[in-house]
């Protein structure tokens, strides 16, 4: 077995940008704006940088190929930059990349950036764009939110519960994540709703109403990575460490074959079981503190409670309802509002739940401050239910005094 | 060749779901056109947004092969006004989705509402020696507040014509051409321009439908106390006048009428599968046939069809109760679709062309090491892994049950909300699929399904339509 990740990489800096309906900013000002806020929290120079990772899922909307983009907004004096896409794990591919070259040893210092500038396109939704050549073929012209709402209609009829009841627990995941997220300044939407709310919204896709949708927004969000012994040397004395990076994508068996019965992620199973392996995680139920998850749907973060091992199978209903991942529960889930409230820039939405994860651990939250978390995860789940890539990070603090 | 060696083997037909009931027509054209609120109390059948002359030609020919043999077809005629391609074989796209032989003799034919008649004698009259599929299909639009517009409508039948054990064989015909233009439509045109009825009757077949009528019994042999049963393939009035022409004591497809309309040249095809399917052994049906002249011809019934499925199809419709959504979906009506409906819909050709087998004939690849189905076909098989080991296999003639589904009211999709979700089939294999003729609160988790062939997306910017397999809840009898 690879010695994996674990404690080879700290985070020496983050930013974020506020998330919204950016109506004001392009890509350009969104990764400034996230990079200015990491290079202060770091406490470095520009030029310390050796190498850079950028993650864009719609190149074609308005950022552009290539790590381009990257290398002209924040004008690097021309060190390597690298375009990563892996559909919503976009964000967690950049920072991968960025890690991985750290731990590697082939720099010492490296950022890595996701942005994604969704509201150019004059209409609600993410963007409408052709499947290619072949799929276009025979794949239906679905949205996200139809995908994503498959789940709901097989997880009720796997585990027999009563939609009603699904939906009640999904109407609370969103009520939870609006309540987190009103304390949040950087959130898109800092409103709280109600369970009637949720209840009552418009039909998105059955039986996802609007609220059940997270939104749509721009958003850039980064890290800068180096090794613990950089950190030490710049005078750190403890830091946010990577504890475990995975990636799960599909390999197609959830979108040909019907042993995958449709109501939860496999990868997402897959990816959790390597990571608590990477992180040296037995009991990911009682040793998580906080958690991110891809909570784009509220079905989906439903069904990921259970993928990552957090819920039994059948129970997430019930834990949900128990407010076991709400603020006050066992293992707060979207501390920050969640996709739900931040929306889902998608280059940049990885990014943006590490960061809360940092803020949290380093006791810098404000006013979403848990009492004393040790480790987070975060998770992404990038495409839809039956074919995705999935990634599962998880970040402790660690001593570098020693 | 004797006109006893070869008959009609199989016969299918298929009309839509949906139907247009008269009643909604005068409500709506009431105010402008009185006559039309006493238009009565039936209905016609209208295309969904996603069926057309072909679709509906392909659902009415697996219907006929469901009971013949579909690798025995060496004959394709597909008759038709409405083909939607001038310059592609039609035919030959429907050769495709029901994957008959590829050496098949494939023929389009249009140009007058007796295409389907003059196919049907081409391919009894000159057998080659290999079965012949006659099709007639046909979905000419009605201009809002036409006479035709409620009750006209759009359907298709197929026969099997060959040796064999015959439904049917035809004793005698006669034809008559003449120019007379009683309707018309110039190519690329929409709509018909349809003259005064009594004069299409008086000038155009009174005297004329006689005389032909004698000639057909004539050739057959007997005489007009010989005749049980006459169909006659035409506009209601006009069909109800002839049928009193010729002395006609009983008529077949009163409930066609009712139920579907007057088809266009799928017409004859269906009143012949009427009588296919009504008939008894031993009885004489005369078909006639209008359209700048003449075709009658006499069958006689050798054994009954055992399926009744075109009386099954007329009960099993689902009335529209929103005149604007009818034009909408036959897209009399722009809708402001959004721009989410601007998304480019142009088809690579090349894709198309490398995957034309598992597209238009819906094959999936059947491991040869493990026996999984699976969709689409790949070179290496995602159940065992073994490369290379995939077999062609049809999944369009499986039934499937509903995994999952959504409906999806963001999804552009000309009949909101888009209903997909995945389908599983047997030998392991699922396929995400649209829906179609299926209304919100329809599906459900759990429910066979089966599948027929729809247009997937228009691509109106290249005047250029594809089209893939959809699954569908059976028709019940209920529905209507």
Redesign the interface.
């Known amino acids: 077995m690879a010695r994996g990740i674990r404690d080879r990489v700290v985070i020496l800096g983050m930013g974020c940008s506020k998330f919204g309906e950016r109506w004001d900013a392009g890509p350009e000002e969104l990764m400034v704006e996230a990079f200015d806020e990491a290079l202060g929290d770091a406490g470095i120079e520009k030029s310390q940088i050796d190498a850079a990772w950028l993650g864009v899922f719609f190149q074609e909307q308005s950022t552009g190929k290539s790590g381009l983009p990257l290398s002209q907004a924040l004008r690097l004096p021309n060190i390597p930059v690298t375009r990563v896409e892996n559909l919503c794990a976009t964000g967690t591919e950049s920072l991968r990349g960025a890690v991985y070259a750290v731990a590697a040893g082939a720099a010492d210092i490296a950022l890595a950036m996701g942005v994604e500038k969704l509201k150019d396109t004059g209409f609600g939704g993410l963007p409408e764009r052709t499947k290619g050549a072949t799929e276009d073929l025979w794949l239906p012209n679905s949205t996200a939110p139809g995908s994503f709402a498959q789940l709901a209609s097989a997880y009720s009829n796997v585990h027999k519960r009563d939609m009603n009841d699904l939906k009640r627990a999904m109407a609370h995941i969103s009520v939870k994540s609006h309540r987190n997220g009103a304390l949040n300044p950087k959130a898109h939407l800092q409103r709280e709703i109600s369970e009637d709310d949720v209840l009552n919204a418009p039909m998105v896709a059955y039986p996802l109403g609007l609220y059940d949708c997270c939104g749509v927004s721009d958003g850039a969000a980064c890290a800068i990575v180096c090794t613990p012994e950089v950190a030490a040397k710049l005078g750190r004395r403890d830091a946010v460490a990577i504890k475990a990076l995975q990636l799960a994508p599909s390999n197609g068996y959830e979108l040909t074959n019907d042993g995958w019965d449709g109501s939860h992620t496999l990868t997402t199973r897959l990816a959790a079981e390597r990571a608590y392996a990477e992180a040296g995680i037995s009991d990911p139920k009682t040793e998580l503190d906080v958690m991110e998850v891809h909570d784009c749907f509220s079905i989906t973060e439903l069904v990921l409670m259970e993928d990552l091992g957090v819920s039994e199978p059948g129970r997430a209903i019930d834990d949900v309802l128990d407010g076991r991942y709400d603020y006050d529960g066992a293992i707060p889930c979207q501390i920050d509002g969640g996709l739900k409230c931040f929306g889902h820039p998608i280059g940049a939405s990885g990014l943006r739940m590490a960061y809360e994860i940092y803020l949290q651990l380093n006791g810098r939250a404000d006013r979403r401050q848990l009492d004393a978390p040790s480790t987070g995860l975060a998770q992404n789940l990038g495409g839809v239910p039956n074919r995705n890539v999935a990634s599962v990070a998880i970040y402790g603090l660690t001593d570098l005094k020693g | 060749m004797s006109r006893d060696d070869v008959g009609i083997l199989a016969c299918g037909a298929y009309v839509p779901r949906a139907r247009l009931p008269a009643t909604l027509v005068g409500g709506a054209h009431g105010w402008f056109s009185p006559s039309l609120k006493k238009a009565g109390d039936g209905r016609r059948s209208f295309c969904n947004w996603d069926e057309d002359s072909v679709t509906m030609a392909v659902e009415a020919a697996r219907d006929c092969l469901a009971r013949s043999d579909a690798a025995s077809i060496g004959r394709v005629e597909l008759a038709s006004t409405t083909l939607p391609f001038a310059d592609r074989s039609n035919a030959g796209l429907l050769r495709e989705a029901l994957d008959l032989p590829d050496d098949a003799n494939l023929s389009d034919s249009g140009g007058s509402l007796r295409a389907a008649s003059a196919a049907t004698l081409r391919a009894l009259e000159n057998d080659d020696g290999r079965a012949a599929l006659v099709i007639g299909s046909d979905c000419v639009e009605t201009k809002p507040a036409s006479a035709q517009e409620a009750t006209h409508g759009h359907a298709a039948a197929a026969i099997v014509v060959g040796k064999g054990d015959p439904l049917a064989r035809l004793k005698g015909s006669a034809s008559l051409h003449q120019d007379f233009v009683d309707h018309y439509r110039s190519a690329g045109e929409r709509f018909n321009y349809t003259l005064e009825a009594r004069w299409t009757r008086d000038a155009g077949y009174r005297q004329q439908t006689r005389d032909v009528y004698a000639r057909a019994l004539a050739d057959a042999g007997i005489g007009a106390d010989g005749v049980h049963h006459v169909a006659v393939a035409a506009p209601p009035a006009l069909a109800k006048a002839v049928a009193r022409i010729v002395g006609a004591t009983s008529v077949i497809g009163s409930e066609l009428a009712k139920q579907a309309g007057f088809c266009g040249a799928a017409e004859p095809m269906l009143k012949l599968v009427a009588a296919l399917q009504s008939a008894d052994a031993g009885e004489t049906v005369v078909l006639v046939s209008l359209g700048q002249g003449i075709d009658v011809l006499v069958f006689e019934i050798v054994k009954p069809c055992s399926s009744r499925s075109l009386a099954l199809q007329l009960e099993s419709g689902a009335d529209e109760t929103n005149y604007c959504r009818y034009l909408a979906l036959r897209r009399l009506l722009g809708l402001d679709e ?3 409906a ?4 142009r ?2 050709q ?3 062309w ?2 034309h087998e ?2 238009t004939g819906f094959k999936g690849g059947l491991c040869t090491a493990c026996g ?1 189905l ?3 076909q ?1 070179v290496v098989c ?2 065992c892994g073994s490369g290379h080991t995939q077999e062609p296999f049809r999944l369009a003639d499986l039934k499937g049950r509903v ?11 000309p009949s909101p ?2 209903i ?3 389908v ?2 047997e030998k ?7 829906f179609t003729d299926a209304a ?1 609160g329809e599906i459900e ?2 429910m066979p399904v089966e599948l027929c062939f729809r247009i ?2 228009f691509d109106d910017r290249r005047q250029f339509r ?1 089209y ?1 397999w959809k699954p569908f809840p059976p028709r019940g009898a209920s529905d209507g």
């Open positions: 959004g721009i989410r601007e998304r480019d819909n088809t690579a090349s894709a198309a490398r995957k598992s597209i999984t699976q969709f689409p790949s995602v159940n995994r999952s589904f959504t409906e999806d009211w963001l999804a552009y999709t909300p888009l997909f979700g995945n599983g089939f392991g294999a699922n396929v995400m699929m649209e919100a988790v759990g997937k997306d594809r893939f």
